[in-house]
């Protein structure tokens, strides 16, 4: 099966789609999904949250018996929060094929610390789901609409253009 590194923001917006349709349980039948304990930690103080980020992260921690949950060392010199700094350092520690990951600010610093893992975003993840004829485009967008509304994601760019790319 194909690795999958997740980090913080990503499992968060596959809990977040999962109040319709079971994203990180799709996830979980295609990919080998491996977190660094340090997500799983940042996991547990979102999900102390009452607000839809919280509960996220709450769908997320009630599956993590189906994530393979490592331990990593950190880059004390990488510029990024210990979420994405342990999900890069294990992505490139496994060769890992796949890093999820939603922090849209700082895709390039992200991209440019993976050796040979792709970065993917949750919407291009309801891309491929698309592609595989595992969510249909309607449902994709509806997924995007909600994650958009959910992570203020409306005005990114990035996400405007995956949802045009989901509408064709």
């Known amino acids: 099966m194909t690795g999958l590194v997740a980090d913080t923001s990503g499992l968060v917006s596959l ?9 990180l349980s799709l996830c ?30 709450g769908r997320v921690l009630d599956q993590t018996d189906d994530l393979s949950v490592r331990a990593v060392d950190l880059d004390p010199e990488f510029p990024l929060d210990d979420g994405e700094n342990a999900a890069v350092t294990l992505a490139n520690e496994d060769d890992a094929s796949i ?22 975003t949750t919407p291009t993840l309801l ?4 592609r595989q004829d595992r969510l249909s485009s309607a449902a994709a967008l509806d997924l995007l609409d909600t994650l958009s509304e959910a992570r203020s994601w409306d005005s990114n760019s990035y996400v405007q253009r995956a949802r045009s790319l989901l509408a064709e």
């Not at 891309?127 to 698309?130: F, H, T």
Request: proline content about 2%; some cysteine; glycine content about 8%.
């Open 15 to 23: 809990g977040i789609a999962g109040q319709d349709i079971d994203l």
């Open 99 to 120: 890093l999820l990951c939603d922090e849209f600010n700082r895709l390039g610093l992200i991209h440019a610390s993976l050796a040979d893992t792709r970065l993917v």
């Open 127 to 130: 891309s491929v789901c698309v």
């Open 28 to 57: 979980l039948e295609r990919y080998d999904v491996v977190v660094p304990e340090t997500v799983v930690v940042e996991l547990r103080e979102v999900a102390s949250y009452d607000d839809v980020h919280g509960d996220g992260a």
